[in-house]
């Protein structure tokens, strides 16, 4: 990870940390895990995400939060496959893509597709890798994430897709 990253995802845990010490009514625990394990999960930080996950996960759980569920599902699957366990990390993928598209949160689907797409490519699905890239993608374009269309055009572009 760069030290600029590093130094921001560092800063980013404190404040969070913090808020998880000083909540306010309005905000539960499960608001500052999800928060905590997304930022672990996007700057792929293994140490964070064993210590997060399952407080995330069981937080969501608590509250019956089908977008929190989802969120944590994709940090195990992040966490699975940072640890080449690509089997649990595709199935932890595909329950985070199931609720994010009954929840309706593009984005979140996006991301996750994504994910599943570059786990898949490691298993040597290249034709399922590129199907999921390609609705990523697609889903990114529609929510005008730039950067994150941007993301799935290199993978799509790695792939070999005709799909660019």
Known sequence: MPESASGEFTQTQQVLANALRHTAEWVGDHDIYAAMVDTAARSKNRE???QITPLAE???GRYEHQLYMGIANRAWGILYH???DLPDALTRLEEANTLFETTGA???LGR???CTA???REMGEVAASIEKAEKAAALFDVVHAVEEHKQAKRLLAEL???GQ
């Open 58 to 60: 069981e937080s969501a």
């Open 118 to 120: 570059e786990v898949l």
């Open 112 to 114: 996750t597709l994504l």
């Open 82 to 84: 940072l640890n080449g």
């Open 48 to 50: 964070i995400l064993q």
């Open 106 to 108: 593009r984005w979140q």
């Open 160 to 162: 070999g897709s005709a």
